[in-house]
């Protein structure tokens, strides 16, 4: 999954192919930036979007069939920019459509009781994962918005999720690492 980091009152992750860059800022703004031409290729703003603060950031950006079967990623596609799931400090998660420039889905009303501190799609894009300190790791399913699974973390809470993309194994951390 690609590195997400928070800088300052921003926080930011990179597409699966490095071409393009995620930032969330103090605002709630959701801006992606083409690192080849360092411009912003679009803005995207969420309804009541200062009701609640980013924490975490996620994108799945699906791959493409190349000339002999190799997979590449299309960096001139809108389809295939893919979506950016948007962990909020209220314990909501937005899940934007970066083609479509909405929020399809939010998760998590009244299911996090904390702020979410991470966020991770799983390897076929189908699942969200997220994480806070009330110590559970949520799996949902992207087009129904259901809770799939129910993960128990450590007694702390879980900080950082991360998702294999060759087994799809999920891995949760605080100051602990759970496989």
Known sequence: RPHSVIVGAMTSTFDSTGA???SVSADNRLRIWNRASNSMQQQYIEKNHLSASCTSLAWYRPASAGAGGKRKHSSDNA????????????GTTSVWDL???VVTIKLG???HLAAVTDVAFSADGTCVYSSSKDKDI?????ESGEITRRIRGNKTGT????VSTQTNMLAAAS???ML
Do not use: I
């Open 20 to 22: 393009y860059f995620a």
């Open 79 to 90: 389809a295939t920019m893919g979506l950016v799931a948007v962990g909020m400090d209220n």
């Open 99 to 101: 083609q479509r420039g």
């Open 109 to 111: 009303k009244d299911q």
């Open 138 to 142: 949520l799996e949902w399913d992207v």
């Open 159 to 162: 900080s950082v999720l991360a």
């Open 175 to 177: 100051t602990t690492v």
